[in-house]
């Protein structure tokens, strides 16, 4: 059973930075792509950051780039997200994500991914 754990959101402020990262546990790690998938209250789920099964691939929406870097470790079945230049529009809850094929590239689209965790709340006040 594919279980993933996300820790290190919080409350900051504007311009401050946080490191999000999400413990798998369950299958194989490495033989998937990850995403960070976000969703604010009233908006649909956007794929922020992902990452392919070695780390040599990554996407990123387009309010996420120059700001956000995702990484893994597949040692430690462990990915990330640093966030820094926060933004008040960069609230939300925070999820770790699973694609849902093995071996697959690393997507945009939030219905590829299969395997979510709880979430961590990231609220950026102005």
């Known amino acids: 059973q594919v279980q993933l754990v996300e820790s290190g959101g919080g409350l900051v402020q504007a311009g401050a930075s946080l490191r999000l990262s999400c413990a798998a546990s369950?299958?194989?790690?490495?033989?998937?792509?990850m995403a960070w998938v976000r969703q604010a209250p009233g908006k649909e789920r956007e794929v922020v950051a992902a990452?392919?099964?070695?780390?040599?691939?990554?996407v990123y929406a387009d309010s996420a780039k120059g700001r956000f870097t995702i990484s893994r470790d597949n040692a430690k079945n462990t990915v990330y997200l640093q966030m820094n230049e926060l933004k008040p529009e960069d609230t939300a809850v925070y999820y770790c994500?699973?694609?849902?094929?093995?071996?697959?590239?690393?997507?945009?689209?939030?219905?590829?991914?299969?395997?979510w965790g709880q979430g961590t709340q990231v609220t950026v006040s102005s």
């Open positions: 994500a699973r694609h849902r094929s093995a071996y697959s590239l690393p997507t945009s689209r939030p219905d590829a991914y299969a395997y």
């Open positions: 369950g299958g194989t790690f490495s033989a998937y792509a």
């Open positions: 990452i392919s099964r070695s780390g040599d691939r990554t």
